[in-house]
């Protein structure tokens, strides 16, 4: 099969536009068609920056995306869409939500097989209105789904966070022993339906330093966290620990596991992001479409200067397309 990936524009003053219009004159457009959702004023503007001449037919919603072009469709024709790289505001943040949307429904329909999503800024979607935090959630919301997992992932290392994004100090209260089996449940299910991991071995991060130190630190080790590893075993999930996570990342021993399942958004992402070296793909796993993301953000800082560097991104509709293959019938080695 030859995937069809739609991918949603992002914040417009942002580096989303011109990451994705880098990668895709890296791509090879017979092996997939990317489907840019988004202003084509915006897209004319980055791909001018970037120097980047790519084949690009503009299309409509309910076209047969055919290979071998970079399909532009614009939910803005109507709107005027005025780029302003590097300035934060509420009409870049009302259009990336959009996009977003418009790419889900078409994964949902079936017209696309998985949506890639350039960098939003939160500030600004709640400059528009938008009372989600991110991505993660907004997905979730679009596709019905009540509980999903944010998953980091890259060649050597994949991280899964059992709380996204919530305070710090409500951490420690959301952490639950239903909680962690669940995701341990989705993770299991995810490294084998998305990964090809026929047995997966998950190593489960402690909440408090040293895991706790036997209960002088903390008890949401032995009272929270251990209880949902034995019922993980009993249900045939191999999984591991709790582990201090300083250790665990320090001696490298996250080497010896499939995944590790992080208690919260920076005990994860932290480590993740130092040992990722920029091409780090954010996956949305328990969604009933495939979503993937690069794992930084806007970089308002260096926006429309055509200095953004697109690994990320291109690692992140990379993995898109292999699961897409996965998913949909075609054996992936």
């Known amino acids: 099969m030859k995937p069809i ?23 090879d457009l017979t ?15 980055y791909r001018t920056s970037a120097h980047e001449n790519i084949p ?6 309910n ?40 790419g889900a429904e078409l994964c949902i329909r079936g017209l696309c097989h998985a949506l890639v999503t350039a960098p939003i800024s939160k ?46 100090k409500d951490v420690s209260g959301s952490i639950t022993t239903e909680l962690i089996k669940r995701q341990l449940r989705t ?12 047995i997966p071995k998950i190593a489960v991060l402690g909440l408090n330093p040293h895991a706790g130190d036997g209960g002088v630190i903390g008890t949401e080790e032995s009272k929270i966290i251990q209880p949902a590893i034995r019922n993980a075993a009993d249900n045939g999930i191999y999984a591991d620990g709790p582990f201090a996570a300083d ?21 994860g992402l932290i480590p993740f992001k130092t040992l990722s070296f920029g091409k780090g793909v954010n996956f949305t796993a328990n969604l009933s ?4 993301s690069p794992d930084h953000g806007t970089a308002y800082q260096i926006a429309g200067n055509g200095v953004a560097d697109e690994s990320s991104f291109l690692e992140a509709y990379n993995l898109a397309v292999y699961m897409a293959k996965k998913r949909f019938g075609e054996p992936v080695e």
């Open 5 to 27: 990936i739609a991918v949603s524009m992002g914040d417009y003053n942002g580096i989303g536009p011109e990451i994705a219009i880098k990668a895709f004159s890296r791509l």
């Open 31 to 45: 092996e997939s068609t990317p489907v840019w959702i988004g202003s084509s004023a915006v897209f004319d503007f």
């Open 56 to 61: 690009c037919q503009l299309v409509e919603e």
């Open 63 to 102: 076209t047969d995306f055919k290979p071998g072009y970079v399909h532009i469709l614009d939910p803005f024709a109507d709107v005027p869409v005025v780029p302003e790289p590097g300035k934060l505001t509420g009409q870049a943040g009302e259009a990336a939500m959009l996009a977003i949307q418009t």
């Open 123 to 168: 500030e600004a979607i709640f400059k528009a209105g938008f009372n989600f935090p991110g991505h993660t959630e907004f997905l979730a919301h679009l596709t019905k789904t009540e509980h999903v997992m944010m998953m980091l992932v890259n060649d050597q290392l994949r991280v899964a966070l059992a709380t996204i994004h919530i305070p710090l």
């Open 187 to 198: 993770l299991h299910t995810t490294l084998i339906q998305d990964s090809g991991i026929s």
């Open 247 to 267: 250790g665990f990342f320090g001696s490298h021993k996250y080497k010896e596991y499939d995944a590790i399942l992080a208690m919260y958004h920076d005990q």
């Open 289 to 292: 479409i495939i979503r993937t």
